[in-house]
């Protein structure tokens, strides 16, 4: 798709694009309850794009009555699973049509790389969309293994309006890691994209209801966490919130759980993954290249971003060097430029945020070995450069602490137990990677660490047919694989006496 394109023809693009940006609900754009609106900027260059309406409490409920209507008139969540299948698979080709809007919008919003929204993010959703779609006749119910008078049946049901929160990093992506799953299994849902980063969802929506998902089964409200986020996390009639993001927001759907329906709350929160290179590695550059891709890709903000680098002492600076020189090709650019590898942080918030953390690892003594500065600043945009400190502790705050930028902290040992207890040395447990070429090592090290993932002799490897999520305070439940169908369905046993 972006092989095609030049810098100037996505620039182009990007002057001639329209966007959505009212509230979807009911299958139409509507206004804001109360009028009001948010600023939608360009993190590339500071500048607005559109103002969006910030829905508040009156619109998540509107929505959500649209979602519970739709769900009680059985319009999809009591169709046969091979129309919903045929739905679906309409959608994924009507997002694989809009594929280059798609990844414009994403990189507008976001000031991620073209070349990753248009290689990476969209092709992934569409994936994702099909092969739920696909799904939704392969799975089956049960039948206990009661004894000969009585007969058990054990079927999965939708669980009802799922509430979905999605972060500002991959919009569409961990959007689809949850609308996939969500529909296939029959639910309603009302989306709350972040308010950086609410444009592609909107065009999302309209598409879904293009490929004739019913009204009122597919709702977005764009809105600020505090208001709309937590109005869809306090609602009585929302039966289940799925969340990706901070551990601290995370915490806050919990206590909105508790303080109202105990409505169902699955969460993929904050890592702190440790990237162990042992010198055994069987391919130190790869696995060098490897870490300075796993941190500084998407501009760091990755919920499993290899942020902390432990390295056996007597490859560290080799691995170090490397390091070096793959962020000398992953500089920031323009993001619309296809020969870009590294955009611009998402707003002016986060960067001073990653600003804010670099200044503080260099006072509590780690060692600065390259970067930390904003660069680009002549733009009006938000970039900073690919940042790396040496001599780190791993209690100092820079290796404890979720940064959610391109800074990684380098921590080194001498024996795998320490690497080991190190990497666990933390509230978090989404991700881990160990590169060593003994098969004993590698098996005890992936065991012995606390992650939902663990990559061993790679980093950031999967599939749609592998789930993901953390250990910890990283959260619960399970995105992508089967298994992430759990989440969205609720399990009823029918016993029948037939003595």
Same mark, same amino acid.
């Given at each position: 798709?972006?092989?095609?394109?030049?810098?100037?023809? !996505?620039?182009?693009?990007?002057?001639?694009?329209?966007?959505?940006?009212?509230?979807?609900?009911?299958?139409?754009?509507?206004?804001?309850?109360?009028?009001?609106?948010?600023?939608?900027?360009?993190?590339?260059?500071?500048?607005?794009?559109?103002?969006?309406?910030?829905?508040?409490?009156?619109?998540?409920?509107?929505?959500?009555?649209?979602?519970?209507?739709?769900?009680?008139?059985?319009?999809?969540?009591?169709?046969?699973?091979?129309?919903?299948?045929?739905?679906?698979?309409?959608?994924?080709?009507?997002?694989?049509?809009?594929?280059?809007?798609?990844?414009?919008?994403?990189?507008?919003?976001?000031?991620?790389?073209?070349?990753?929204?248009?290689?990476?993010?969209?092709?992934?959703?569409?994936?994702?969309?099909?092969?739920?779609?696909?799904?939704?006749?392969?799975?089956?119910? #049960?039948?206990? %293994?009661?004894?000969?008078?009585?007969?058990?049946?054990i079927r999965r049901e939708p669980l009802g309006v799922v509430g979905a929160v999605i %972060?500002?990093?991959? %919009?569409?992506?961990?959007?689809?890691?949850?609308?996939?799953?969500?529909?296939?299994?029959?639910?309603?849902?009302?989306?709350?994209?972040?308010?950086?980063? %609410?444009?592609?969802?909107?065009?999302?929506?309209?598409?879904?209801?293009?490929?004739?998902?019913?009204?009122?089964?597919?709702?977005?409200?764009?809105?600020?966490?505090?208001?709309?986020?937590?109005?869809?996390?306090?609602?009585?009639?929302?039966?289940?919130?799925?969340?990706?993001?901070?551990?601290?927001?995370?915490?806050?759907?919990?206590?909105?759980?508790?303080?109202?329906?105990?409505?169902?709350?699955?969460?993929?929160?904050?890592?702190?993954?440790?990237?162990?290179?042992?010198?055994?590695?069987?391919?130190?550059?790869?696995?060098?290249?490897?870490?300075? !891709?796993?941190?500084?890709?998407?501009?760091?903000?990755?919920?499993?971003?290899?942020?902390?680098?432990?390295?056996?002492?007597?490859?560290?600076?080799?691995?170090? #060097?490397?390091?070096?020189?793959?962020?000398?090709?992953?500089?920031?650019?323009?993001?619309?430029?296809?020969?870009?590898?590294?955009?611009?942080?998402?707003?002016?918030?986060?960067?001073?945020?990653?600003?804010?953390?670099?200044?503080?690892?260099?006072? #509590?003594?780690?060692?600065?070995?390259?970067?930390?500065?904003?660069?680009?600043?002549?733009t009006g945009g938000y970039y900073i450069e690919p940042t790396v400190f040496d001599g780190v502790k791993n209690s100092m705050k820079i290796a404890?602490?979720?940064?959610?930028?391109?800074?990684?902290?380098?921590?080194?040992?001498?024996?795998?137990?320490?690497?080991?207890?190190?990497?666990?040395?933390?509230?978090?447990?989404?991700?881990?990677?160990? !590169?060593?070429?003994?098969?004993?090592?590698?098996?005890?090290?992936?065991?012995?660490?606390?992650?939902?993932?663990?990559?061993?002799?790679?980093?950031?490897?999967?599939?749609?047919?592998?789930?993901?999520?953390?250990?910890?305070?990283?959260?619960?439940?399970?995105?992508?694989?089967?298994?992430?169908?759990?989440?969205?369905?609720?399990?009823?046993?029918? !016993?029948?006496?037939?003595?």
């Open positions: 798709m972006s092989a095609a394109l030049s810098r100037e023809n !996505w620039n182009d693009r990007a002057r001639s694009l329209s966007y959505r940006n009212q509230c979807f609900i009911g299958n139409r754009f509507v206004s804001a309850a109360s009028g009001r609106t948010f600023t939608s900027t360009n993190p590339a260059t500071g500048k607005p794009l559109t103002q969006v309406s910030a829905g508040d409490k009156e619109d998540v409920d509107r929505a959500v009555k649209a979602a519970r209507a739709a769900f009680d008139k059985g319009v999809w969540s009591r169709i046969a699973g091979a129309e919903r299948k045929k739905v679906l698979l309409r959608f994924a080709d009507l997002m694989e049509k809009h594929a280059t809007e798609l990844a414009l919008l994403e990189t507008l919003d976001i000031g991620k790389p073209i070349g990753d929204s248009s290689s990476v993010d969209v092709p992934l959703s569409i994936q994702c969309i099909r092969w739920y779609a696909e799904a939704i006749d392969k799975i089956y119910d #049960e039948i206990a %293994p009661t004894e000969p008078n009585a007969i058990s049946l %972060p500002w990093n991959f %919009p569409l992506l961990m959007g689809s890691w949850k609308i996939g799953p969500a529909l296939a299994t029959g639910n309603s849902m009302v989306v709350k994209p972040a308010e950086q980063s %609410p444009l592609s969802m909107l065009r999302l929506a309209e598409l879904a209801a293009e490929a004739g998902v019913p009204e009122g089964v597919f709702n977005v409200v764009p809105g600020y966490g505090e208001t709309a986020g937590q109005a869809l996390g306090r609602h009585m009639d929302v039966d289940a919130i799925t969340f990706t993001g901070s551990t601290e927001v995370g915490k806050f759907f919990l206590r909105y759980s508790g303080e109202s329906n105990m409505k169902q709350v699955s969460l993929e929160c904050g890592g702190k993954t440790p990237n162990i290179i042992m010198a055994d590695a069987p391919n130190l550059d790869a696995a060098a290249e490897a870490a300075a !891709w796993g941190i500084f890709f998407n501009q760091g903000e990755v919920c499993n971003a290899g942020s902390r680098l432990i390295v056996e002492e007597s490859v560290k600076d080799a691995v170090l #060097e490397k390091i070096r020189k793959v962020a000398q090709i992953l500089q920031p650019g323009d993001p619309l430029d296809p020969k870009t590898k590294m955009g611009a942080m998402v707003d002016e918030t986060q960067m001073n945020r990653v600003l804010g953390y670099i200044e503080a690892g260099s006072k #509590e003594g780690a060692k600065l070995a390259f970067g930390g500065k904003r660069v680009r600043s002549e404890q602490e979720e940064i959610f930028g391109p800074v990684l902290s380098t921590i080194t040992f001498k024996d795998p137990a320490d690497a080991v207890k190190i990497g666990n040395d933390t509230v978090y447990g989404l991700a881990a990677a160990v !590169w060593t070429s003994d098969i004993n090592k590698a098996f005890k090290t992936s065991a012995a660490l606390r992650a939902g993932v663990v990559w061993v002799n790679c980093f950031d490897n999967g599939h749609i047919s592998s789930p993901f999520g953390g250990f910890k305070q990283s959260g619960f439940g399970r995105d992508k694989s089967l298994h992430a169908m759990d989440k969205y369905t609720q399990l009823k046993a029918t !016993w029948i006496n037939i003595s």
